[in-house]
Every structure is written in C-alpha cells, then in structure tokens.
C-alpha cells in the first residue's frame, strides 16, 4: 500500500522526479563508468605483455628498461652485443627469445626491428596471441607490419611504400630514402603499445644504416637495395630482448645471475614488478578521476535532496488530507523516505543500463582511437560496493525531507485538534 502510494506522488510529480531520475542516473554511469576504466585500464596496463617472464637489456633502472622496451618511451643508454643475445637465446633454460631493436621512427611513431619469433610468443591480455587484421608478417627484407593505430591515423593500405626516419622525434632531418619499405600486413588492435608501432625485421633495419658510422651516414659508402639484399646482414646489437623460460623456477635464478654479471652488464626485470612500480607513478591520476566522479555523485544526491524538500514545503495541503484520512506521522514520513529510495533504485538501474550501453558503442571507438580495451560484462565487486553506497547515500538523502513531513504531519494534527 506504502509503495503504491509512493509510486502515485512520483507519477504526480513526474516532471521534476524524471529529471532527478536522469542526475542520478547518469552520475551513477560516470561513476561506474570511471571505475570501470580505472580496473580495466589497470589490467590492460598490466598485461600489456603477459607471457613474458623476463625482459633484458643493457645496464639501468628497471622502471627504465620497460619504458622504452615495452612502452617505446624515453631511448636505452646503450645496446647489447649480438654476441650477448646470441648467448642468452642458446642457453639451456631459455624456451624463447624476442629480440627488440629502437631507434628508428616513421612520423612520431617508433619502429620496431624484430623477428617473426614476436608474432609466435608475444602475449598480452589474457594470454592472447597477436592477430593480423590483413596481410602477413616479413614478407621481405623491407616489409613493414603496421600497429592498428598507425595503419588508422596515417591512412596507410597493403602495398603502400614508406620511408623510415633515423632518430625518435616527431620531425627527423635523416630520412632513409634510398630504402623504402613496403607495407606486408596491419595487426589487429590490440590496446597494447604495439599498435603505435612499426614492426621490421632485424636484418632490414641493418639494411637501411650500411655505410653508417655512430648515426651519420657517410659519403660515397650508401649502397642500394639490391646491394644490401647481397650482404650478410647479422645486427652488431640489439636495444632489449624479451624472454620465455622453459621453466618459471628459473626465473629468480637467471635474474640474479644476469643481474650479477660484470664482464657484460646487463638489467634482468620481471614484467609484472616492474610494470606495478610504474603503475604506482602513473596510477595517481585515477585517483583524481575517481574524485572527479565521486564529486559528481554528490551533486546528484544533493539535487534530490533539493527537489524533495521543496516538494515537501509545497505539499503541506497533501499532508494534511493524508493526516486527515488517518495516515499517522511516521508513516508520512516513511512515504517520502520510500520516495526517495525509489528514486535513487530507478536512477541506479538507468544509470547501469546507460553505461553498459554506452560501453556497447564506444567499445570499438575507444579501443581504435585510444587503444582502450574495455569489455563488457557483470559489474565487478567493487562496482557493486558502489552501488551499494549510492543506495545509502539516497536514503540518507531522503531522511531529511522524511522528518519534516514528520514535523508537518504533527503540526497538521495540532491543527486539526484545535
């Protein structure tokens, strides 16, 4: 009887209660919403590389080592020896070895000299594999597979040639025009940095720096394609390597041993510490994010509050026929209580179903775009204790209108004796 007549006032007032439904509702999505892109950007974060149990490169920090090997950020201060790489890919303990090579851009984005090795044991997610969306991997000496960003923002097909530019920055004076490379396939998005990349192999990067010495081409030495293609095109170095062991309880082992050389120092990380050290830096604009939601909640709730006090003070006449047909004062009070609570559910429930929606459109722009990798799926944990808090928030919200129809209600029947 109670909820009937709660739902009968809101349908009295439905104007004002709609447009206090879509505030809640859709401070309730930007919450949700918000929280739902802190955990899925922190799991996309820690799994931009999930099968790798170690990465190693020359002497530095390990924040650093995973920077500019997995993020291509920042550049490596120095390189390790092919000879060393050949040593670590033979030893007994190693399953398999991606090698990485930096250096090299193509208009702001980073290319990347590797082997076809990545395309076979590279994983990110969860446990997912690298997919084509077209073509195929090196074809060629000068082949050239395009991350899905790249491909997107620069407009490039199958067959379209390139020429790759010496150094990192986003306008380079060193163009490697007598070798352009030719695009053999574009990978699907993956929301890891491998889709702001350009993937070559090791031995066309070697191609394109013939007859360079320390970064400067030198005069009367260039050789043409046909030339390089001759050559005996073994990297003298190479920038990190990623590596897969045969067994994990070797991890900790071959770390230290690494780590502890002194005739070649190298820098050993395990992925997932690094990658939770770098989050600790890089996490704190979540937290401003979170704030920024919250914020907006509380604006919503308040803008209730706002609406069933003044409806309270103009429903002094409603109060007083309900006092009149018997309805006590808690009662009366327990009605605009319930008003608020309904009000609150139904801007929860449309504020879940606004964000599931509005994740069922932007899923593909967001992961083309911003490489963003968001699924859909039941709420998490915390986003229930969310809820939950919304739901304890409206009905705390609801409470102050609830007493003063109380204090009506007792001073209707003060008036009604007398």
């Not at 999505?29 to 020359?58: K, N, Y």
């Not at 195929?136 to 390139?162: H, I, K, M, N």
Request: with cysteine; net charge positive.
């Amino acid at each position: 009887m109670l909820i009937r007549l709660a739902w009968n006032s809101l349908r009295s007032r439905r104007t004002t209660a709609l447009l206090t439904l879509l505030t809640i509702a859709l401070s309730t999505a930007l919450l949700l919403g918000i929280q739902q892109i802190r955990e899925q950007s922190r799991q996309s974060f820690m799994a931009t590389v999930s099968g790798t149990d170690l990465i190693v490169g020359a002497r530095s920090g390990p924040v650093q080592l995973l920077l500019y090997s997995l993020f291509h950020i920042g550049s490596a201060t120095s390189n390790i020896s092919w000879s060393s790489y050949a040593a670590l890919r033979n030893d007994r303990r190693i399953q398999w070895t991606i090698p990485l090579s930096l250096g090299d851009s193509h208009r702001g984005y980073r290319v990347v000299g590797t082997h076809d090795d990545l395309f076979k044991h590279y994983r990110y997610g969860d446990q997912r594999s690298l997919q084509m969306a077209q073509g195929t991997t090196f074809a060629d000496l000068f082949s050239v597979v395009l991350g899905a960003e790249v491909a997107t923002r620069l407009g490039y097909q199958l067959g379209d040639a390139l020429t790759l530019a010496h150094g990192t920055g986003n306008t380079s004076f060193v163009q490697h025009k007598q070798m352009p490379f030719m695009v053999s396939g574009i990978m699907a998005p993956t929301g890891t940095p491998l889709d702001q990349a350009l993937l070559v192999s090791l031995e066309g990067l070697e191609a394109i720096h013939l007859g360079w010495r320390a970064g400067v081409p030198l005069p009367g030495l260039q050789v043409t394609p046909e030339q390089a293609r001759q050559q005996t095109l073994t990297p003298r170095d190479v920038t990190a390597v990623l590596v897969g062991l045969k067994s994990r309880l070797q991890t900790f082992h071959l770390q230290r041993e690494l780590n502890s050389r002194r005739d070649d120092p190298l820098t050993a990380v395990l992925p997932g510490v690094a990658l939770q050290e770098l989050w600790q830096v890089v996490g704190i604009a979540e937290q401003a994010l979170m704030a920024v939601s919250g914020t907006a909640l509380l604006i919503g709730i308040i803008g209730m509050l706002a609406v069933l006090l003044a409806a309270t003070q103009q429903r002094q006449h409603e109060i007083a026929v309900l006092r009149a047909l018997g309805c006590s004062p808690l009662r009366i009070a327990l009605l605009l209580l319930l008003e608020s609570l309904l009000l609150t559910l139904g801007g929860l429930v449309l504020g879940i179903v606004l964000l599931q929606g509005g994740l069922a459109l932007l899923q593909a722009p967001l992961l083309s775009q911003f490489g963003l990798l968001l699924s859909l799926g039941a709420l998490s944990p915390l986003q229930w204790q969310l809820c939950a808090l919304i739901l304890v928030l409206g009905l705390i919200s609801g409470m102050l209108p609830a007493l003063f129809a109380w204090r009506l209600a007792s001073a209707s029947r003060l008036i009604r004796r007398y």
